[in-house]
């Protein structure tokens, strides 16, 4: 209320005006009363007299810029102003009063009592306004104060939740770049002016904390918002989640640092996954490789559609612990078995499945790196590839219904044995036979904060104030969340036919090096705190990926931010021939065989031999190109 009250003061001049004449005419009355000995002789001079001295001294106050309400900030000079608009109005008015109204009989007296008592009353009325502000600002020293980016639904929410009592907060207003909110009053905070005055504003209230109330906005906004909290120097945080603002979820507590996810190019992609729930209700639903990122994800959305068994699988005795611990508190009344086995292994898979016949199977189960896999070639195809064919067969002899394989945009005219792996496992898919099973393939970018990934990567050495590495300045690579990662899996299950491979649109790459760089925002560093290094290409890497080849046919799917890709029809024979020589060559030495047969199973695939190991080969490290 106290707020209330000053601010309505300092934004109607009118009100300030005739409060202050109200003032003058008190003064007039008590003077005339005091010269007088408190009786009310010549009335009519007195009446005449006071619109003459109101007049006077409102245009001197005004002169002297005092019609105005920000009382709480009276300091000397307002005194001395005061005073000099005092001086200048009691001239003014005797030079009314004797030659130009020619009004006889004003009581000399009067002329000196009244500047005296309404100088007082303009100062007193300031100088207690200050005091009483400073009292009710030490009472609220407790709390922090806060000011809003943002003017729409989501401040208003964020404000009203401020207000409550004791919630330690305090807006000291908002921040819009419609310019039409400039001014107005958001439950009674103002909207001070764009976010391009941030640091003025900044520099002028001194705010603890800037939270982002702008749930909606999209990568390139949230980067503008970043850069100008930055240069502001001042801690920010953002608002969760547009849907935990319209359900009215927004707390204080809520409220985050601003992430990596929020600073993509292009807006989040939201998939309708409805569809999903009755596919996935009261069936059992095996997932590969659950322990890892994209499997937990998978492993914890699929529990909210009601499966009648979740059948989580993976090699890792620490990760399934971790997963089984967590995913006990989420049961929504269905079975959870928590499985440690190696997929390649047929016998071991062969009784999971004769024993929990598993409807559905989410494949997210392969070695992913890179680097890694260019110097282990035989353990990545025995695993990505034969793994993937016999875990295919163990589905369609047990009555699996579909099989969803989560590959990678690396498969895409690829220069590493992880992405010919993934190629392999696509080409796999799309030509075997589905004898009742439907089968589909999803390709992925880069998941933003997956293990291993560029992400964690960065944070870390930034954590441990290392320099960050990255490869080569121009490296650029597609990005997604991981809700979105697996938003397509579900999606994929729902919409693909046999042989389909479903592709998210993923807007424009994005520059490593400006992750790397948006990090150290994040971190409150500046960019020359930090050391960026380059350490150049890795064996099998590329400076950009691609999403499709050029002779796959791309169709539009009902949904428009999904697209799906068609391979050119071959007999399923000639690869299952071809994959059966390239199975003998994982028991020859070193990985150029193996390599050498994935060039003709995918003619698109290139390499160069940089390193070669005692896991492959045991021989002396030598170079050779292989060109598509």
């Known amino acids: 209320m106290i707020r209330h009250a000053q601010a309505f003061l300092r934004t109607h001049a009118w009100f300030v005006a005739i409060f202050q004449a109200a003032l003058i005419c008190f003064s007039l009355v008590l003077a005339w009363l005091l010269r007088f000995d408190y009786s009310f002789p010549d009335r009519r001079i007195l009446l005449a007299a006071m619109p003459i001295l109101v007049i006077t001294r409102l245009l001197a106050i005004w002169r002297f810029g005092l019609l105005h309400g920000w009382w709480k900030y009276t300091g000397a000079s307002d005194v001395l102003d005061v005073m000099k608009a005092i001086a200048l109005g009691s001239a003014a008015f005797i030079v009314a009063v004797h030659y130009v109204v020619g009004l006889l009989g004003f009581p000399r007296s009067v002329y000196v009592l009244e500047p005296l ?89 001194a705010p603890d904390e800037v939270l982002i109330a702008v749930p909606s906005a999209t990568g390139k906004q949230m980067r503008r918002f970043v850069e100008i909290c930055e240069r502001a120097e001042v801690k920010f ?146 695993n990505n590839v034969f793994a993937l064919l016999d875990l295919l067969g163990v589905a369609d002899e047990n009555g699996c219904k579909s099989f969803v394989l989560i590959s990678s945009d690396k498969a895409v005219n690829p220069t590493n044995t992880m992405g010919a792996t993934k190629r392999l496992g696509e080409l796999i898919v799309s030509r075997r036979p589905g004898n009742g099973m439907r089968s589909v393939a999803v390709r992925f970018g880069n998941v933003l904060g997956s293990s291993g990934s560029v992400i964690p990567v960065l944070q870390e050495q930034l954590r441990n104030g290392k320099p960050l590495t990255v490869t080569h300045p121009e490296m650029k690579r597609f990005f997604m969340t991981t809700r979105e990662a697996v938003s397509l899996v579900l999606q994929a299950f729902t919409m693909g036919e046999h042989g389909d491979t479903l592709v998210l649109d993923m807007g424009e ?120």
């Open 117 to 205: 008592l309404t100088c007082g009353l303009l100062i007193g009325v300031r100088v207690s306004s200050r005091l009483f502000a400073e009292w009710v600002r030490q009472d609220l020293t407790s709390a922090k104060k806060i000011l809003l980016i943002g003017g729409g639904h989501a401040a208003q929410i964020v404000i009203t939740e401020m207000k409550r009592p004791n919630s330690g907060y305090a807006v000291i207003g908002c921040l819009d770049d419609d310019l039409s909110k400039a001014g107005v009053k958001i439950t009674g905070v103002s909207v001070l002016g764009t976010v391009d005055r941030l640091a003025s504003v900044v520099q002028r209230y």
């Open 237 to 382: 945080r953002t608002v969760p989640a547009l849907r935990d603002v319209i359900d009215g979820k927004v707390a204080i507590s809520k409220f985050r640092p601003v992430r990596v996810e929020d600073l993509l190019g292009r807006d989040p992609v939201n998939i309708d996954l409805n569809a999903v729930k009755s596919r996935i209700a009261n069936r059992v639903v095996m997932v590969t490789g659950a322990a890892g990122s994209i499997g937990s994800e998978l492993c914890r959305q699929i529990l909210e559609y009601g499966p009648a068994e979740l059948l989580c699988v993976d090699q890792s005795e620490t990760g399934m612990f971790y997963l089984e611990r967590e995913l006990s508190c989420h049961r929504n009344g269905c079975g959870q078995i928590f499985v440690v086995a190696d997929i390649g292994n047929s016998e071991r898979m062969g009784k999971i499945f004769v024993r929990h016949a598993p409807e559905v199977v989410f494949h997210a189960a392969a070695y992913k790196h890179v680097p890694v896999m260019e110097a282990n070639v035989a353990a990545a195809v025995s």
């Open 509 to 628: 790459p994005i520059k490593i090096l400006d992750l790397a760089r948006t990090l150290i925002q994040l971190s409150g560093s500046k960019s020359d705190e930090v050391e960026i290094a380059f350490t150049g290409l890795r064996p099998g890497e590329k400076l950009i990926e691609e999403l499709f080849y050029s002779e796959e046919t791309i169709c539009e799917t009902s949904c428009p931010k999904i697209k799906k890709a068609r391979h050119t029809p071959r007999e399923w024979g000639e690869l299952e021939t071809q994959l059966d020589e390239l199975r003998g060559t994982l028991y020859v030495d070193g990985a150029s065989p193996i390599r050498a047969k994935i060039k003709q199973i995918i003619p698109e695939y290139s390499y160069c031999l940089e390193i070669q190991t005692t896991a492959d080969s045991g021989i002396e490290p030598r170079r050779a190109a292989m060109g598509a």
